[in-house]
C-alpha cells in the first residue's frame, strides 16, 4: 500500500512521466452512461512501457478507495461512481465516470472522445422501446429533430462540440420523456506543436535544424502525423511528411523570418506552431587579399593575368571590386557567395604596370587588400633599355681606354720633348713616301698632342640618342684600314659625353650623330636640326653634351 500511495503522490509532478506510462480504461459497451442493473466492462490498457506478460497484478479504484487487485486487465462494475486502474510499475489511469440511470430515457455518450473522431450520441429508452419522435439538444438548443429513434452522428468533432446534451422522446402521442444531461468533452488529439530551432542565432552560412514537437495520447498512440514547415506563413519549405524534421543545410540573411510548423491527423486535424523569428547574424569581411596569377604580380607581356580577391572572413553575398591605385580607375565588380573571387587581364602590355587592390563588402563595411604592384616583362620598351643599358656599357669602355691612351701618349711626349710648347699642334702634313705617325713611340721628331675636339648638341629628356664609333688603323701609304664599327643606342633622360681623340695619334676617328624622337613618332621641329647638325659634325671627333 505504501507503494501505490508513493505514486500517487508522484503523478502530479512527473508530469512527462504521466503522459507516457499512464494506463488508459476503455468500455464495453463504451457508453458512460447506462440503466441500473446492466453490466460495463472496463479494461486497463497498458502503451508500450512494459510488456503485458510482465505484469503481475492490476489495481482498481473507485474513487479514492482501493476496490480490488486483479491478476488481470478487465473488471466488471455496475455501480455508479470515478473509477481508476493502475498496475505495479505505472501511474494510475485517469478516472472514468460511470452513471447507473433508474430513468426511463437516457443519453449515451462514449469515454473518450478525440478531435476528428465522429461524436454519436444515443437516446435509449429502459426497455429498448421504438421512439416516435426525437430531439437532441445542445446547450439548450435543438440540434437534430427526427420523426425515429436514431443515434445522431457528429463527423469530426472538434472542441466546439463540447458542452451540456440531453434528449427528449416520444413512444406514442400521448407520452415525452426527457434524459439526463450528459457533459461531453472533445479532447485534444494532439496539442498545437511547438519548433524548436537549433541555434536559435545562426549564423550565416551554417546549417539549421528545425524539429516540430507535439505529443499524441497514450489512447491515440498509432495515430498517424504528418509535418510541415513554413516561414513568413506563405513560404513552403518542405511538403508534409512523417518527418517531424527539418535541416536547412546553409542559411543566409535572406532566410530571416517568422517560421512556423504545421502538423495534421488524416482525421482532418491540423494545427499550426506559434511562430519563432530566427535571426541570421552575418560575419563581416576580413583580411582581404589581392593575389595574382603568375604569382608576385610578376606578368609577361601578351599574357593574361589573373587578379584574385579573397576574403579570410566573412558570410553572406559578398561584393569585389579591383582598381588601380594610381589612377583610379575601376576595373570591375563581381557578387559572389564566397570568400573568393577573380577578375581577368586576357593580355597584358606595358601600361597595365602599377599599383592594384581590392575591396570586398558584404553589407558589414568595405574592406580594402593592401596595393599589390604588378610589373610587366617582355615589353618592347624594356626590350629598348636593355640595348640601351648594354650599348652605354660598351661606349663607356671605348671612352676609358681612349682617355687611358691619351694620358699615356702625353707622358711619352712630354718625356720625349722635355720642354713645354703650344699645346695646340694640326696634325703635320704627310709628304711623299712619308709614314705617318701612327704610333706613340719613336714619335721623335714631330710629336703632336692629342686634339681637344667638341660638339655640342642640345637633347631633351626622353631622346633617343644613337653613337656610332668607327675605329681605323693605319696603313703604310698613309691611307687608313677601316677595322669596324660600333653601332650604341642609349634612352637617357639627359646625356653628357666629350670624347677625346686624334687619328694621327690613336690610330682612331670617333664620329657621333645624334637623333631625337617623341612618343608620337618623332617629333617634325627636330627633323631639320639633326640634318643640319650632322652635316656640322667633325670627321674626327664629337662631343655630345
Known amino acids: 500500500m505504501l507503494l501505490w500511495a508513493s505514486l500517487l503522490v508522484l503523478a502530479p509532478v512527473c508530469g512527462q512521466l504521466e503522459a507516457v506510462s499512464k494506463p488508459v480504461i476503455s468500455l464495453h459497451p463504451p457508453w458512460t452512461v447506462a440503466f441500473r442493473g446492466e453490466t460495463v466492462t472496463l479494461t486497463c490498457n497498458v502503451f508500450h512501457f512494459h510488456a503485458p506478460e510482465k505484469i503481475k497484478r492490476f489495481l482498481w479504484y473507485l474513487g479514492r478507495r482501493m476496490l480490488r487487485e486483479t491478476p488481470g486487465n478487465t473488471l466488471e462494475v455496475r455501480d455508479s461512481g470515478q473509477y481508476r ?66 443515434d445522431l452522428s457528429i463527423p469530426r468533432a472538434s472542441s466546439n462540440n463540447s458542452g451540456f446534451y440531453h434528449c427528449t422522446g416520444r413512444a406514442d402521442k400521448m407520452h415525452s420523456w426527457k434524459s439526463n444531461t450528459k457533459s461531453v468533452q472533445i479532447q485534444e488529439l494532439f496539442p498545437h506543436p511547438k519548433l524548436k530551432v537549433t541555434p536559435s542565432q545562426p549564423t550565416e552560412g551554417s546549417s539549421v535544424n528545425l524539429s516540430c514537437e507535439t505529443q499524441l495520447p497514450p489512447e491515440r498512440p498509432d495515430t498517424v502525423l504528418r509535418f510541415s514547415f513554413f516561414r513568413d506563413r506563405w513560404v513552403v519549405l518542405s511538403d508534409w511528411s512523417r518527418a517531424p524534421e527539418l535541416r536547412i543545410a546553409a542559411i543566409w540573411r535572406q532566410d530571416a523570418g517568422s517560421y512556423t510548423c504545421g502538423a495534421a491527423a488524416a482525421q482532418g486535424v491540423h494545427k499550426l506552431s506559434l511562430p519563432v523569428h530566427v535571426y541570421v547574424q552575418g560575419v563581416p569581411v576580413s583580411g582581404v587579399l589581392l593575389e595574382t596569377q603568375p604569382p608576385e604580380g610578376r606578368a609577361l607581356a601578351g599574357e593574361p593575368l589573373v587578379l584574385i580577391c579573397s576574403a579570410a572572413e566573412g558570410t553572406g553575398d559578398t561584393t569585389f571590386s579591383w582598381h588601380r591605385e594610381d589612377t583610379g580607375e575601376s576595373l570591375g565588380t563581381k557578387r559572389r557567395r564566397s570568400r573568393r573571387a577573380q577578375l581577368e587581364i586576357p593580355a597584358v602590355g606595358g601600361s597595365h604596370a602599377g599599383g592594384y587592390f581590392c575591396t570586398a563588402d558584404n553589407g558589414h563595411g568595405l574592406v580594402c587588400s593592401a596595393v599589390l604592384n604588378v610589373t610587366v616583362t617582355g615589353t618592347p620598351g624594356n626590350r629598348m633599355g636593355l640595348i640601351a643599358a648594354g ?51 719613336g714619335q721623335k721628331d714631330s710629336p703632336v698632342e692629342l686634339q681637344h675636339l667638341y660638339g655640342n648638341g642640345s637633347l631633351g629628356e626622353g631622346h633617343l640618342v644613337y653613337s656610332e664609333i668607327q675605329t681605323i688603323r693605319p696603313g703604310q701609304e698613309g691611307e687608313g684600314k677601316s677595322l669596324g664599327k660600333i653601332l650604341v643606342a642609349n634612352y637617357t633622360p639627359s646625356f653628357n659625353m666629350c670624347l677625346l681623340s686624334t687619328p694621327y695619334v690613336l690610330g682612331a676617328a670617333v664620329s657621333t650623330r645624334s637623333r631625337s624622337a617623341d612618343k608620337a613618332g618623332g617629333n617634325p621641329c627636330r627633323r631639320g636640326l639633326d640634318s643640319k647638325e650632322r652635316r656640322q659634325t667633325p670627321k674626327d671627333a664629337s662631343c655630345i653634351s
Open 85 to 150: 486502474c493502475q498496475t505495479q510499475d505505472s501511474l494510475p489511469s485517469d478516472q472514468v465516470n460511470m452513471i447507473f440511470s433508474s430513468g426511463w430515457l437516457v443519453l449515451q455518450a462514449p469515454h473518450g472522445v478525440f478531435e476528428g473522431d465522429t461524436l454519436v450520441l444515443r437516446c435509449q429508452t429502459r426497455s429498448r422501446e421504438t421512439l416516435t419522435s426525437v430531439k437532441y439538444i445542445w446547450n439548450g438548443k435543438v440540434i437534430s429533430a427526427s420523426n425515429q429513434s436514431q
Open 391 to 441: 650599348a652605354t656599357g660598351g661606349l663607356l669602355s671605348v671612352l676609358v681606354l681612349a682617355a687611358g691612351l691619351l694620358i699615356y701618349c702625353r707622358h711619352q711626349r712630354k718625356s720625349g720633348d722635355g720642354s713645354p710648347g703650344n699645346t695646340t699642334r694640326s696634325p703635320p702634313a704627310t709628304g711623299p713616301g712619308q709614314a705617318p705617325h701612327g704610333r706613340c713611340q
